[in-house]
C-alpha cells in the first residue's frame, strides 16, 4: 500500500510539473503558475505527516525544513520552485524505499522460500504433507531438484546437494549415506531418502528465518546519527535563512537556502546503505540481525574467538592409530570401530569414520554392550575387544599374557576415552581426556610411551584390548579448522588489530593452538564468568567482536559488541544471544560479513558526507542570493539522487579481503584437498614402519615395502600431478610465479626421500634391513613423515581452503 501510495505521489508530482512547463510554453504562465502552486500545497500535506510521525516517534526530522520551504515558496509566489519541491521529495521517497526494498530482497527470499512440503513414506510409498505433519523419526523422500524439508540423515544412496541459499557456495556438496543435512538446501542430484532428525518448526531453515525476520536496518547507529544531525542542522538551516533574510531584507533568499536545505542526504544514504550492506551478508549465508550490528562490526578493532568448535572443528578426529607388538594398525582400527559402530559417542564416531575411510568396514561384533564411564565391549571373531579406558585388569603390550601386569589402569584421564566433553565446562573434547603428565604411572613401558606421545600432542587417548591383552591405541585431536590462519589475516587486512583466543581448555593445549594460527594473546581455563570478564576488558579498549559456539559462550557473546554465532552447529542459546549468526560451518563467512560491513558503513558516511557538504555549499550560494530557489531545488534534486544512487554501490560486490578463486582452479583444489584424506593412512603407516626397524627384520621388510608400494602408487603420482596441474593454476591465480616455490620445493625433496627409501630396499635384499641400514631407514621414514605432514597442512591452509571462494 505505501509503495503503492508513494508511486501514485510521485506520478501526480511529476505530471504537474509537466503540466505547468506545458502551459507556461503555450503562452498561459496564469494557469502553469496555478497547477504548480496547487501541486505545492498538496505536497504539504504529507510532508507535514511526515513531521508529526517524526514527532510521535521523538525525532525531530529535517522534513520539517521541507515544510517550511514548500510554505515559503507559495508566499514569495515561487510555484516553479515550490512544485520542484514536491518532485524531489516524491523521487526521494520512492528512491529511498526502493533502495530498501532491493537490499532486504536477499533477506525476505531467505523466509519466502521457507519448505512448505514434504514427502513422507506411508506404507512404503511417498506421499506429498503439510511440512508441518513430519515428525522425528519420519522416512521422507527427496525428489531431484527439491528442497530438503526438515533436517535428518540421508538414509539412501549419496545426496548430492546445493547449499548456496544457507552457506553462498555455489559447487554442490556431497553427503553419504549416514551423514547429516540441514533443511533449506536443494537435491540437486537424484531423489533420496531422508530420515528425519527434527521437525520443520526445530529444523535448521526456521531458525535462519527467524533471524532474518529480526534484521532491521534503521536501528544502525550511523542511521540514528541522522536523526542526531536534525538535531541542529534544522536549527542552522533556520539560521542561515533568517540572517540572509535579515542582512539582504530579501525573503526569497531565505526560501533559497530552505529549498536546497531539503531533505538532508543523510536520511536517503544512510538506511539505503546499511540495507544493502544486510542484503550482502545474506548472500554470503551470515544474518545480522539488524543494521546496529551491522554498523558496530564495521568498526570493530579486536576480534575475541573461543577454541574449540570456533577455531578447531570442534569435533575430535584420529590422529593416529599405534598398533601394540604383534599388531597392525588397520587390525586394530578395524577392531575398535567394529565394536564402536553401535555407539553414539563422538568418539566412537570419529573412529568409525576413520575406519571407513580407509575401507575397513567389513568386520562386525557381537553381542556389543556399553559401559558408562569405561567403554564399549563385543565379540569379534570369538575374542573379546574392549574399547575405551585401559582396564586395571589389562595386560600391558611388553608383558607376558601370564604374567603381572605392569599398569594398574586406576584412573588415567589419558585414557577415559568415553567420557562426556561437556563434563569440564569447556566443551572442548580435547580438554575431558587430555594425558596428564603429573599422574603416577605403574604401566609398561609401551603403554607409557603412548601416554607421553598423547600428552606431547595434546591428544585423547583410546586404548584396545584383545582378550585382556593391549592391542594397541587411538590418538584422537581436535583439530585447528584449514581455513582458520587464512581467515585471521584476512580479518586483520579488513582492520582488526587483536585477535584473542579465549577458552575453557588447559593453557598448554591452547597454547599449541594459538602458535599456529598467531593470535595475540591467550586466555585460557575460562570458566563462563571468566570468559564474560576476559570479553568486557577487551571491549573497554576497543570495539570487540567475540565468536562462539557453545552455551557456555552465550554470556561472553552478549558482553561484546558484537556478538557472533557458528549457528550451523552452535547452540540455541549462542544463537539468541549473538548478533550475528554465521549460518555454515565456516569461519570464513565472518572475514566476509566483515569486509561487507565495512565497506557499507564507508559508503554510508561517504555517500552522506559529500551530500550534507554540497548541500551547505549550495546555502551559501543562496544566502548571497547566486542561487534562485528553483535553481536550488534542482541542484538538491540532483544531490539526493546522487547520494542514493552511491549508497547503492553497497549492494554490488566488493574487492575486500576474499581472493577469488575461478571454477576450474576451484575444482582442483577440492580434487587435492579429497585426495589429501586418502592418504593420511600412508603417512601413517611411515611410523609404523620405522618403529618396526627395531623388531624382526622380515618383519620391517614387510612394512617397507608397503610404505614404498604407497610411495609409488599414491602419493609421489599426487605431488606429480599437484606440480603440473594445480600449482601452474594457482600461479596464475596469485599473479605471483614465486607463490608456488616454497612448495614445490617440499616435492623435490619427499622425491629424494622416496627414492633413497627405494635404494635401502634394493640393499636390504629378502632377508630385510641390515643392522647398519636401520638408523638411516629410520631417519629416512621420519623425515618423509615429517615432511608430508608438514607439506599437507602447508597446502591446506594456504591453498585448498581458498576452495570455498570459487565462483
Not at 536546497?260 to 542484503?279: D, E, F
Not at 573412529?351 to 580407509?358: D, K, W
Not at 579498549?541 to 552452535?570: H, Y
Request: hydrophobic share 50%.
Amino acid at each position: 500500500m505505501k509503495k503503492l501510495w508513494l508511486t501514485v505521489f510521485l506520478s501526480g508530482t511529476v505530471a504537474a510539473l509537466a503540466a505547468g512547463g506545458v502551459l507556461h510554453l503555450a503562452g498561459l504562465p496564469g494557469w502553469g503558475d496555478a497547477v504548480w502552486a496547487a501541486a505545492t500545497a498538496a505536497a504539504v500535506l504529507p510532508a507535514l505527516w511526515w513531521v508529526i510521525s517524526a514527532l510521535r516517534a521523538r525525532r525531530l526530522g529535517v522534513d520539517a525544513i521541507a515544510v517550511l520551504a514548500l510554505v515559503g515558496t507559495l508566499v514569495v509566489q515561487e510555484y516553479l520552485a515550490g512544485a520542484l519541491i514536491a518532485v524531489m521529495l516524491s523521487t526521494g521517497r520512492v528512491l529511498e524505499e526502493y533502495a530498501l526494498a532491493r537490499a532486504g530482497r536477499d533477506l525476505t527470499a531467505l523466509y519466502e522460500r521457507a519448505p512448505r512440503w514434504a514427502h513422507r513414506y506411508e506404507d512404503g510409498v511417498p506421499k506429498r504433507v503439510d511440512v508441518a505433519a513430519v515428525r522425528r523419526g519420519d522416512l521422507l523422500a527427496v525428489p531431484a531438484g527439491e528442497m530438503v524439508p526438515v533436517d535428518g540423515v540421508v538414509a539412501g544412496h549419496t545426496a548430492v546437494l546445493d547449499e548456496s541459499a544457507l552457506t553462498g557456495e555455489s559447487m554442490p556438496v556431497e553427503y553419504p549415506e549416514g551423514e547429516s543435512v540441514r533443511s533449506g538446501v536443494v537435491n540437486a542430484g537424484s531423489a533420496f531418502d531422508l530420515r528425519a532428525t527434527g521437525t520443520a518448526e526445530e529444523s535448521t531453515y526456521a531458525g535462519v528465518v527467524r533471524l532474518a525476520r529480526e534484521t532491521e536496518a534503521g536501528s544502525a547507529p550511523v542511521v540514528r546519527l541522522a536523526d542526531r544531525f536534525a538535531a541542529w542542522f534544522l536549527p542552522a538551516t533556520l539560521v542561515i535563512a533568517g540572517l540572509a533574510w535579515a542582512l539582504s531584507g530579501d525573503l526569497v533568499r531565505a526560501v533559497a537556502v530552505l529549498v536546497v536545505a531539503t531533505p538532508c542526504p543523510l536520511l536517503l544514504a544512510a538506511p539505503a546503505a546499511i540495507a544493502s550492506g544486510l542484503s550482502r551478508t545474506a548472500r554470503h549465508g551470515v544474518v545480522v540481525k539488524g543494521g546496529g550490528a551491522l554498523e558496530s562490526l564495521g568498526r570493530a578493532r579486536t576480534l575475541v574467538l573461543d577454541k574449540t568448535g570456533t577455531l578447531t572443528e570442534g569435533r575430535p578426529q584420529v590422529l593416529d592409530v599405534v598398533p601394540a607388538p604383534g599388531y597392525a594398525a588397520d587390525e586394530v582400527l578395524s577392531l575398535a570401530a567394529a565394536v564402536d559402530r553401535v555407539s553414539s559417542h563422538v568418539l566412537a564416531t570419529a573412529i568409525v569414520h576413520a575406519a571407513e575411510a580407509r575401507g575397513l568396514d567389513g568386520v562386525t561384533a557381537a553381542g556389543v554392550r556399553e559401559r558408562p564411564g569405561s567403554g564399549t565391549e563385543g565379540t569379534v571373531g570369538g575374542r573379546l575387544v574392549r574399547v575405551g579406558k585401559l582396564p586395571a585388569s589389562a595386560v600391558p603390550a611388553d608383558t607376558d599374557a601370564t604374567g603381572d601386569p605392569a599398569a594398574t589402569g586406576t584412573g588415567d584421564p589419558a585414557a577415559t576415552g568415553i567420557a562426556d566433553p561437556a563434563a569440564t565446562g569447556t566443551g572442548d573434547p580435547a580438554a575431558t581426556d587430555a594425558p596428564r603428565t603429573d599422574a603416577p604411572r605403574t604401566d609398561s613401558g609401551w603403554v607409557a610411551a603412548q601416554r607421553a606421545r598423547a600428552a606431547l600432542d595434546s591428544a585423547i587417548t583410546v586404548w584396545i584390548t584383545v582378550d585382556g591383552v593391549v592391542a594397541g591405541v587411538v590418538l584422537l585431536r581436535d583439530a585447528v579448522r584449514a581455513d582458520a590462519s587464512r581467515t585471521l589475516r584476512r580479518l586483520r587486512t579488513a582492520g582488526i588489530d587483536r585477535v584473542v583466543m579465549l577458552t575453557g581448555d588447559r593453557a598448554e593445549v591452547a597454547q599449541g593452538v594459538a602458535a599456529v594460527l598467531g593470535v595475540d594473546d591467550v586466555l585460557a581455563e575460562r570458566s563462563p564468568a571468566g570468559k564474560v570478564e576476559g570479553v568486557r576488558e577487551e571491549a573497554e579498549r576497543a570495539p570487540t567482536v567475540m565468536v562462539g559456539d557453545g552455551v557456555n559462550d552465550a554470556p561472553a557473546l552478549a558482553a561484546a559488541q558484537v556478538g557472533v554465532a557458528m549457528g550451523a552447529r552452535g547452540s540455541a542459546a549462542s544463537t539468541q544471544a549473538a548478533d550475528v549468526v554465521l549460518t555454515t560451518d565456516r569461519l570464513d563467512r565472518l572475514a566476509d560479513a566483515m569486509d561487507v560491513a565495512r565497506r557499507a558503513r564507508r559508503i554510508a558516511v561517504e555517500s552522506a558526507g559529500v551530500g550534507i557538504g554540497l548541500s551547505l555549499l549550495a546555502m551559501a550560494f543562496a544566502a548571497f542570493g547566486f542561487l534562485p530557489p528553483a535553481a536550488g531545488a534542482l541542484l538538491q534534486e540532483a544531490i539526493d539522487v546522487a547520494v542514493i544512487l552511491n549508497a547503492l554501490r553497497a549492494l554490488a560486490p566488493g574487492r575486500g579481503t576474499r581472493l577469488r578463486v575461478d571454477r576450474p582452479t576451484g575444482e582442483l583444489l577440492q580434487r587435492f584437498d579429497q585426495e589429501h584424506a586418502t592418504l593420511r593412512p600412508a603417512l601413517e603407516l611411515l611410523r609404523e614402519a620405522a618403529d618396526a626397524l627395531d623388531g624382526p627384520p622380515r618383519t620391517a621388510l614387510t612394512l617397507l615395502r608397503r610404505v614404498h608400494d604407497a610411495l609409488d602408487t599414491e602419493i609421489m603420482p599426487h605431488e606429480q600431478e599437484e606440480e603440473q596441474r594445480l600449482y601452474p593454476a594457482l600461479t596464475r591465480l596469485l599473479g605471483d610465479p614465486e607463490a608456488t616455490v616454497t612448495m614445490s620445493r617440499a616435492h623435490a625433496e619427499i622425491g629424494r626421500l622416496a627414492d633413497r627409501l627405494a635404494r635401502h630396499l634394493e640393499l636390504a635384499g629378502e632377508d630385510g634391513p641390515r643392522p647398519e641400514q636401520r638408523d638411516d631407514l629410520r631417519a629416512c621414514l621420519y623425515g618423509l613423515h615429517a615432511v608430508l605432514t608438514l607439506h599437507f597442512a602447508q597446502e591446506e591452509e594456504a591453498y585448498f581452503s581458498l576452495a570455498g571462494h570459487a565462483d
